[in-house]
């Protein structure tokens, strides 16, 4: 297998020993105000970053809104930007919106830095290719089995880049299967602890797991930072084991406070970390610190805590999104692929369409195979 691939995107390679490819994730960070989204491209280029990316969807391309049980977010380690909300309410309050997107790609253009973003579905692929033509695409660690998405991304012909996250290794497997069958010439996939904190573990790092990406799939390797520490030294330490991708959450001021603000880093916090990085790749001499290595651990895949675990349902699962008798055919228009992770797993998508329900079930239901005749 081959184990030094490279990538492509905007004309700079990456992996294979070349510099790090950094990328700056702007999420909601910029707080709904269009202004504030320039002027975190303007800082992020500023800081030394390859890449700034978006995140296209809507609300009700991410879940159902719904007062129902399961879509109400109940998180015991956040302090309340996130706890007591519904999902849908999170992502009216987060997304970015869609008429933006040629006016940033334009002014990213403008500054002389790569834009593209993650995609949530496949309308927002379609929107993206007739709106922006980004030169890649990203995958986000609870989209790993969105079947469907990673599909539609595969047709663009396009990089794609892909967060594990969550995901084990027969899920990540799974998806890597989807995505090549799909004709993804081109592909990464990102190391991810999901703890999002601002009191990460060196223990709960794992960094080996970004060579053993590399060796088992014969891709670009690299590390998504969900999380933030002073000095950012987990990200630093990634670079040094080998990490070709370094992805990391832009904020203006943490003091602007937002959905993501406690993971995310400020433009001199950035700009140091990168300076750093490209300080290693030319001396080429690594000498790692007490914390880097009790980073390195082992390869680890899934969930690393009780706080991954509640996140985890944040995941997408099967959805009833229409109400439905007994005896009606499964298919794409009473069945989508939601947020959160209380029903079938995505990786059974193609089993289920075509099938028929056993039974009367409400629209905002999650699927369950009992709900499905001879499943």
Not at 31 to 42: N, R, S, T
Not at 141 to 153: D, G, N, Q, T
Request: charge should be positive; aromatic fraction near 12%.
């Amino acid at each position: 297998m081959k184990t030094d691939p490279t990538i492509k995107i905007s004309g700079r390679k990456i992996g294979n020993g070349n510099p790090c490819y950094i990328v700056a994730e702007l999420s909601c960070n910029h707080h709904q105000k269009k202004q504030e989204a320039f002027e975190l491209i303007k800082a992020a280029k500023k800081a030394g970053v390859d890449a700034v990316k978006l995140q296209t969807y809507k609300p009700e391309t991410m879940t159902i809104n719904s007062n129902k049980k399961w879509f109400w977010v109940r998180l015991s380690d956040d302090p309340g930007s996130w706890d007591g909300k519904t999902l849908f309410d999170i992502y009216k309050k987060a997304f970015t919106p869609w008429v933006w997107h040629k006016e940033l790609a334009k002014y990213a253009k403008k500054v002389g830095i790569t834009l593209f973003s993650t995609p949530f579905d496949e309308t927002a692929v379609d929107f993206l290719e007739n709106e922006i033509d980004p030169p890649a695409y990203k995958i986000a660690s609870y989209e790993l089995l969105h079947v469907p998405l990673l599909r539609k991304v595969a047709k663009t012909g396009k990089p794609v880049i892909v967060s594990t996250g969550f995901g084990s290794l027969e899920e990540i497997r799974f998806a890597y299967k989807v995505l090549k069958d799909a004709g993804v010439k081109e592909l990464a996939f990102l190391h991810c602890v999901t703890g999002y904190s601002d009191k990460p573990k060196a223990e709960d790092m794992n960094l080996a797991t970004i060579y053993d990406l590399k060796k088992r799939f014969g891709v670009v390797s690299g590390f998504s930072y969900n999380n933030f520490d002073k000095g950012l030294r987990f990200p630093i330490a990634a670079v040094k084991y080998g990490a070709s991708i370094i992805e990391l959450h832009l904020i203006l001021n943490r003091k602007l406070g937002g959905f993501d603000v406690r993971f995310s880093s400020e433009p001199n916090e950035l700009a140091n970390m990168i300076r750093n990085t490209r300080k290693i790749e030319k001396n080429k001499s690594k000498s790692f610190t007490n914390i880097e290595k009790m980073a390195f651990g082992k390869p680890h895949y899934g969930p690393t805590s009780k706080s991954d675990e509640e996140i985890r349902l944040l995941r997408r699962s099967i959805f009833i999104t229409k109400d439905v008798k007994a005896g009606d055919i499964v298919t794409k228009q009473n069945v989508q692929i939601f947020r959160p992770a209380f029903g079938m797993s995505p990786m059974s998508w193609d089993r289920i369409i075509g099938k028929s329900f056993s039974r009367d079930v409400e629209r905002g239901t999650p699927l369950s195979k009992d709900f499905i005749i001879n499943f």
